[in-house]
């Protein structure tokens, strides 16, 4: 007989969207005319920039032909748009154009990327987090067992009120550490010396970071740093995560990129230290195909001066609606945090979160995110994304404000 992953069995229950996309079917089988406003995941409403869907289409007329025609592209993307990244995101940095891997998102590379690392390093995960960070750890066979909220054998770094939901680094060693900046959930931001403080940490204690900016488009505040390369010694001990699915709306286009430093290396269990460089470009290699041409054509007009005015525009949509949200929960009385360098505003009810989740779905047919769903330390909160139109949140805003 076949066996499963044992693993698997480890994780708690379904993915937490999952859940929530369970919750709002039902309530819809239930109450079949109800109009519901979904302010709860990520996802983008607004469409492609126009620069990009005509590069997609020019791309596309391309591959009908048998002059231009492409088959196969290299897994590690394609030289046009490695060099645009370089130029526009990176310049400065000294980030080469072949240290960026093009791949199919961020979600994807963050939990494939421990294909490269061994079993038995210790992983230190903040709480409130994106739960695939936690989730694909428990796959890897990383937990031991899971008790009041949290797995065995992974170190929680605790953001809270007092720390403005920004953790500090443990009084003891890790090994690979998870960063997300602007954060998913909570909002928060972080300053070139809190920055400065964990790569400090981690070069001390021979640590990796996957530093996640999937949102780095969306901070406004010019003494906010976009990129952990903008800290000094990052590139010895960090690896970082991009996305084109919120800045561009790509989320379902796909294509997004992972900046791995060639200096960084990794030991194996002789001591003998690897290019992790060397290690990522195998693993793509042999797993992984690339995306493929139209798509990364469509990227590449993002860098175009349109391309930045479109991509502008949208950032500055959804950013209308945060501070359209983060000030009527204000209003109401609540604490938030969030709204201002990021689209979700993390807010504080003092409740349980999937009460909160029911209440609001329930009567006033709005789907947000319960705070728990991202670790133990974010019960009593709850997420609301700013990816929607405007009607639809000053919608959702006045039923809310009933419902309350």
Not at 24 to 49: F, M, Y
Not at 80 to 91: C, G, S, T, V
Not at 293 to 303: C, D, S
Request: aromatic share 12%; with cysteine; glycine share 8%.
């Amino acid at each position: 007989m076949i066996k499963m992953n044992p693993h698997f069995a480890m994780l708690t229950s379904s993915y937490l969207f999952s859940r929530i996309a369970e919750k709002v079917n039902e309530h819809l089988k239930q109450n079949p005319d109800a109009d519901i406003i979904k302010l709860g995941i990520g996802d983008v409403t607004r469409s492609l920039p126009e620069v990009s869907v005509k590069a997609m289409k020019r791309a596309a007329d391309e591959l009908g032909t048998e002059k231009a025609f492409r088959g196969y592209g290299p897994e590690q993307g394609y030289d046009f748009l490695r060099k645009a990244i370089a130029e526009h995101d990176y310049r400065g940095l000294d980030i080469e154009p072949d240290e960026i891997f093009i791949s199919d998102g961020a979600k994807c590379d963050t939990g494939n990327f421990l294909d490269i690392l061994a079993h038995d390093i210790s992983v230190a995960v903040p709480d409130p987090v994106y739960p695939v960070y936690v989730d694909t750890n428990v796959m890897a066979g990383r937990a031991t067992g899971y008790h009041h909220g949290r797995y065995e054998g992974l170190r929680y770094l605790e953001g809270t009120p007092d720390n403005d939901f920004i953790p500090t680094p443990p009084s003891d060693r890790v090994d690979l550490i998870y960063l997300c900046f602007p954060n998913n959930p909570t909002g928060a931001v972080a300053t070139r010396d809190q920055l400065q403080v964990w790569v400090d940490y981690a070069l001390g204690a021979g640590a990796l970071i996957l530093f996640d900016a999937a949102y780095e488009r969306f901070i406004s505040d010019r003494n906010i740093p976009r990129s952990i390369f903008e800290i000094k010694g990052a590139k010895e001990c960090a690896v970082e995560f991009r996305s084109f699915s919120k800045t561009a709306g790509f989320t379902g286009t796909r294509c997004a990129f992972t900046v791995v430093p060639k200096v960084i290396r990794a030991a194996d269990d002789h001591g003998k230290r690897h290019s992790l460089h060397a290690l990522w470009n195998r693993r793509q290699s042999t797993k992984f195909n690339g995306v493929s041409y139209p798509v990364q054509r469509a990227a590449e007009a993002i860098y175009s001066p349109e391309g930045k005015r479109e991509v502008d525009e949208r950032i500055s949509y959804y950013m209308r609606n945060a501070r359209l949200i983060r000030d009527a929960v204000q209003r109401h009385g609540y604490n938030c945090w969030g709204g201002r360098n990021s689209p979700y505003v993390w807010i504080e009810t003092g409740t349980d979160s999937w009460s909160f989740f029911d209440r609001l779905l329930y009567e006033a047919s709005v789907v947000i995110t319960p705070g728990v769903g991202f670790g133990r330390m974010g019960e009593g909160f709850i997420r609301i994304s700013a990816f929607n139109s405007h009607e639809n949140v000053e919608h959702a805003l006045r039923r809310i404000e009933k419902a309350l």
